[in-house]
């Protein structure tokens, strides 16, 4: 079966950190790049950051750099979205998503998660 499976969203105070988790199905895990999208409240779904399947190449948007942080844990088939120093403009769903790690940066994607709410108060 193939799946992607978001969790750790929630509320949290600006300046404040929030770590997000993809759980990847491992025919996903072991051949595509895994990536996290975002869509505010009427805004269009944007690229946020993406990983390969073998480790080493991440992409981060230039709008999170220096404050969200990209890695997997192969182990555990899994994604992880570090975000640190949030503030009220990151509000929104938070989306996983895995395809050709060059593809993701352009939003054109194989497989999409169901999506996790991530709020940020002022």
């Known amino acids: 079966q193939v799946q992607l499976v978001e969790s750790g969203g929630g509320l949290v105070q600006a300046g404040g950190s929030l770590r997000l988790s993809c759980a990847a199905s491992e025919r996903i895990f072991n051949n595509y790049g895994v990536g996290w999208f975002r869509q505010a409240p009427g805004k269009e779904r944007e690229f946020v950051a993406a990983i390969s399947w073998s480790p080493g190449t991440t992409y981060v948007a230039d709008s999170v750099k220096g404050r969200f942080t990209i890695s997997r844990d192969n182990a555990k088939n899994t994604v992880f979205l570090q975000m640190n120093s949030l503030k009220p403009e990151d509000t929104a769903v938070y989306y996983c998503?895995?395809?050709?790690?060059?593809?993701?940066?352009?939003?054109?994607?194989?497989?999409w998660g169901q999506g996790t709410q991530v709020t940020v108060s002022a």
């Open positions: 998503a895995a395809g050709s790690l060059v593809q993701l940066r352009i939003g054109r994607v194989n497989y």
